[in-house]
């Protein structure tokens, strides 16, 4: 009800582009073509800005872990969301996951740059590991460099609810 009084002292505008996103909804969200972020057109609007490192990759396992990160401020890269993590026992495995993408991804940058960096960043619980540590199997032969977030981030916690300030550490720290 509170919600409906206050929709009414609107501009018509804002309603009809409220209720456009309303309906929107029911197509389901649109994905960014290179990294898996929501986005209104094929490409998201981190992968299309120019302000932002395209050789630094952080590999985050949903979205909200990457809007988690963006809140931070502290990273000036892009990002590649796998959609979940590796956990056989529920049907999640790597096939299921945007990791041929990646590899993809970044063979396509090898040919304009050599210098990249993928910084890996998986929840710090067993699932988040696993699938850490099957990334790091799957692109070691490509040669790039790999980093992890760093132990700021304890055990169990995962991306999406760190504090800015651990999550801001676990960046500086990656190794
Ligand atoms: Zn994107």
């Given at each position: 009800?509170?919600?409906?009084?206050?929709?009414?002292?609107?501009?018509?505008?804002?309603?009809d582009?409220?209720?456009?996103?309303?309906?929107?909804?029911?197509?389901?969200?649109?994905?960014?073509?290179?990294?898996?972020?929501?986005?209104d057109?094929e490409?998201?609007?981190?992968?299309?800005?120019?302000?932002?490192?395209?050789?630094?990759?952080?590999?985050?396992?949903?979205?909200?872990?990457?809007?988690?990160?963006?809140?931070?401020?502290?990273?000036?890269?892009?990002?590649?969301?796998?959609g979940?993590?590796?956990?056989?026992?529920?049907?999640?495995?790597?096939?299921?996951?945007?990791?041929?993408?990646?590899?993809?991804?970044?063979?396509?940058?090898?040919?304009?740059?050599?210098?990249?960096?993928?910084i890996?960043?998986?929840?710090?619980?067993?699932?988040?590991?696993?699938?850490?540590?099957?990334?790091?199997?799957?692109?070691?032969?490509l040669?790039?460099?790999?980093?992890r977030?760093?132990?700021?981030?304890?055990?169990?916690?995962?991306?999406?609810?760190?504090?800015?300030?651990?999550?801001?550490?676990?960046?500086?720290?990656?190794?």
């Amino acid at each position: 009800m509170r919600l409906v009084l206050a929709m009414v002292e609107w501009p018509k505008n804002e309603l009809d582009e409220f209720s456009q996103s309303v309906s929107a909804l029911k197509d389901g969200p649109t994905f960014c073509e290179e990294c898996f972020n929501f986005a209104d057109t094929e490409k998201c609007a981190i992968c299309t800005s120019v302000k932002r490192d395209q050789t630094r990759i952080a590999v985050v396992e949903k979205v909200t872990d990457l809007q988690s990160m963006e809140k931070t401020g502290a990273f000036n890269g892009v990002y590649h969301v796998l959609g979940g993590h590796i956990n056989p026992a529920n049907g999640s495995l790597p096939q299921n996951l945007k990791i041929k993408e990646l590899e993809f991804r970044i063979r396509e940058l090898q040919k304009l740059t050599p210098d990249i960096e993928v910084i890996i960043a998986t929840n710090p619980n067993t699932y988040g590991e696993t699938t850490a540590l099957y990334i790091e199997e799957e692109l070691k032969p490509l040669g790039v460099k790999l980093t992890r977030l760093a132990r700021g981030l304890s055990v169990g916690s995962s991306v999406e609810y760190a504090d800015e300030i651990t999550l801001v550490n676990a960046l500086k720290h990656r190794h």
